[in-house]
């Protein structure tokens, strides 16, 4: 099964950028507008995009402030069903670097590139929130 992979430093500390990824607020200032996450292991997320044309919805697994958080997909977009999608955060002082894996998928689609593409953008999207750029959510509704 392949996965997607990245991994980008961020002038912040882990806290902030646990933040911007563990928290309705957080993903709601870099991911999409439209975006609900609940606080607890267990929990639900839900992200829309294009006037909730899409929606994922994910089971929150793992919530380690300042190291991780993971959730888990199921139902929805069929190639993303099974998935996962874990963050993982190393931080000294002031600044982090930050882990991401998409797991699970069950083939190199096309789907699976284009994914691979805005997963990348959006490291850098999420960079900017949490450095204080604030260049706010790739999809606004």
């Known amino acids: 099964m392949p996965d997607l992979h990245h991994m980008i430093p961020i002038d912040a500390p882990a806290a902030r950028v646990y933040q911007a990824i563990a928290t309705q607020e957080g993903l709601r200032g870099w991911w999409t507008a439209d975006s609900t996450a609940e606080s607890r292991v267990g929990g639900k997320a839900e992200f829309a995009f294009d006037h909730r044309s899409m929606v994922f919805r994910m089971k929150i697994e793992a919530l380690e402030p300042g190291k ?22 190393t931080g000294q002082g002031g600044s982090s670097a ?44």
């Open 68 to 89: 991780r958080v993971r959730w888990s997909k199921s139902g929805d977009h069929p190639e993303w069903r099974g998935t996962s999608l874990d963050w993982e955060i």
């Open 98 to 141: 930050l882990s991401f894996v998409h797991r699970g998928w069950r083939e190199a689609t096309p789907c699976f590139a284009t994914c691979n593409s805005t997963w990348g953008e959006l490291m850098y999207r999420l960079k900017g929130h949490v450095e204080g750029r604030n260049p706010g959510p790739h999809w606004k509704a």
